[in-house]
């Protein structure tokens, strides 16, 4: 009996030891971290697999992807940080442009488990880590990355959140140009076809850099002129004349008499003396001689036709003031017509949440015109500024008729 009761008692105790050795709770215990190491593995995983692919612009269909909560945005900032559009406006591009994906918080007692498979496994990632306290911890560098205040508002990102984030640039809008449909033009010696405001033009060369000589650039003429500052003081009876672009003192020819409120003045063409009236004995009629017609601020006045080589385009008319010769140039609302300054139907831009507008470039522009001079005029991102008419559509809303004016301002509500 006594025996029998010593081999239970033996069996039992090998049993109790092969249950609680050691060698099998290290099988559980190591299944158990392999299957969180491999989820959390999977987690990071999925979000570079998604933030890839917004990069190379494919979509990444995964159901890794919304069970673990994953985005990936286009997020733009401005000079100061401030979130903008991902486009470029008027050929001026996003200060910042960045790609940021992110996914669902992990528990905080987990941190370490994912640092480590960031290290072993996307060290070289740079801006992929655990976002804490507006930083990007990454594994396998000594640095944290700061997100932008931007970002983290439009991203609404809180602490835990895996976040794999990538400066990339905007690539530039490929300029088109459209064919001529007019006939072709021949233009003068000493200008150049250019095609302008849709359609072939004579322009002058630009001899802004060419004034050799005595000569200097006017800026209201836009041609070279006679630098006054260079003319010498020449003897009695001399002339200072430019030969060649150069000052020189010329003597009259003893032969040349000319009668009273006249005097000699040399002929640039022919270098031949001739008898011309004298400037300092006529009266100023106050007509002009010369209009400035490259100018496009100034007083408005008296209404004349735009000459080809004026800055006016073909939506706008000149208006010269006959006192200063100074010319502007003002909407011509009579050209809301010309497919050149609309090139919709105007009778469409119509009704209560639609109107027209002139794309005025600044504020000084729109001081030369009397039609806009008791209304503010907008100048902002949501009117262009090209001197053509355009077509406000303000979608659901309406018009602010109070603070518009078509064909000149058009304001939404």
Not at 43 to 67: L, R
Not at 345 to 358: K, T
């Amino acid at each position: 009996m006594n025996i029998f009761i010593m081999v239970l008692v033996a069996i039992f105790m090998a049993g109790f030891y092969m249950l609680s050795a050691p060698s099998q709770r290290m099988m559980h215990q190591e299944t158990t971290y392999a299957i969180e190491h491999a989820d959390m593995r999977s987690v990071a995983e999925c979000a570079a697999a998604a933030h890839n692919a917004t990069i190379h612009g494919v979509k990444f269909e995964d159901i890794c992807v919304e069970q673990n909560q994953i985005e990936s945005r286009f997020v733009c900032l401005n000079t100061n940080l401030t979130v903008a559009k991902c486009e470029i406006v008027r050929n001026k591009k996003p200060a910042y442009s960045f790609i940021v994906t992110a996914a669902a918080p992990i528990p905080a007692d987990k941190y370490n488990d994912m640092m480590e498979i960031m290290e072993q496994h996307f060290a070289d990632a740079g801006t992929f880590g655990i976002y804490q306290d507006k930083l990007i911890i990454a594994g396998g560098t000594a640095t944290k990355r700061a997100v932008p205040a931007g970002i983290i508002s439009e991203m609404e990102l809180t602490d835990g959140q895996l976040v794999y984030m990538t400066q990339y640039e905007i690539p530039d809008t490929e300029t088109e140009f459209a064919a001529a449909a007019a006939v072709n033009v021949n233009c003068p010696a000493g200008t150049a076809k250019v095609y302008r405001f849709g359609r072939w033009q004579c322009i002058g060369y630009n001899t802004k850099t060419d004034c050799g000589g005595d000569m200097i650039w006017d800026s209201d003429l836009l041609e070279c002129v006679a630098d006054e500052s260079r003319r010498p003081l020449c003897a009695s009876q001399q002339t200072a004349v430019l030969v060649d672009s150069v000052w020189e003192c010329i003597n009259p020819f003893p032969e040349k008499q000319c009668p009273d409120n006249m005097i000699a003045r040399l002929n640039y063409n022919t270098l031949e003396w001739e008898c011309v009236t004298d400037p300092n004995k006529t009266t100023d009629t106050k007509k002009c001689a010369h209009i400035t017609d490259g100018a496009i601020y100034g007083k408005p006045g008296a209404t004349l036709r735009v000459p080809q080589t004026s800055s006016c385009t073909d939506c706008e008319q000149m208006i010269t003031d006959p006192d200063t010769c100074t010319s502007v140039c003002v909407p011509n609302p009579a050209k809301i017509n010309d497919p050149q300054c609309y090139p919709g139907r105007a009778a469409e831009c119509s009704g209560p949440s639609r109107g027209f507008y002139f794309g005025f470039p600044n504020q000084k522009y729109a001081a030369n015109v009397d039609a806009v001079a008791k209304t503010a005029v907008p100048i902002d991102a949501a009117h262009s500024q090209n001197r053509r008419f355009n077509c406000m559509d303000c979608g659901d809303g309406t018009v602010n008729q109070e603070k518009s004016l078509p064909p000149y301002i058009t304001v939404c509500k």
